[in-house]
Nanobody
Framework: QVQLAESGGGLVQAGGSLRLSCAAS????????MGWYRQAPGKQRELVAT???????NYGDSVKGRFTISRDNVKNTLYLQMNSLQPEDTAVYYC?????????????WGQGTQVIVSS
């Protein structure tokens, strides 16, 4: 199974920015879908943004215009640029990739990275 390693979380003041990264452990030969999700304490996991192998990106209503999802196919890495962060963005952020690696199809989640936005 392809492993995903997230990085870039941390503590930031409201109005600040962070960039999350999600690196796959092996080359991804084809992508079905890639995305970021988040889960705040006491709440269900929610969609932040997705970027399919082919097609347009999709964003959750609460992050539209502030967050940008992108990927680097050479580095097999998914990114989430988060601008104008607000306290309500505080959550654990998870990356998710469905695709095909060296040997087989996979559906993997990252371990999560904490984002805390102070007011």
């Amino acid at each position: 199974q392809v492993q995903l390693a997230e990085s870039g979380g941390g503590l930031v003041q409201a109005g600040g920015s962070l960039r999350l990264s999600c690196a796959a452990s092996e080359r991804i030969f084809s992508i079905n879908n890639m995305g970021w999700y988040r889960q705040a304490p006491g709440k269900q996991r929610e969609l932040v943004a997705t970027i399919p192998g082919v097609g347009i990106t999709n964003y959750g209503d609460s992050v539209k215009g502030r967050f940008t999802i992108s990927r680097d196919n050479v580095k097999n890495t998914l990114y989430l640029q988060m601008n104008s962060l607000q306290p309500e963005d505080t959550a654990v952020y998870y990356c998710h990739i469905q695709g095909r690696g060296n040997l087989r199809a996979f559906d993997s989640w990252g371990q999560g990275t904490q984002v805390i936005v102070s007011s």
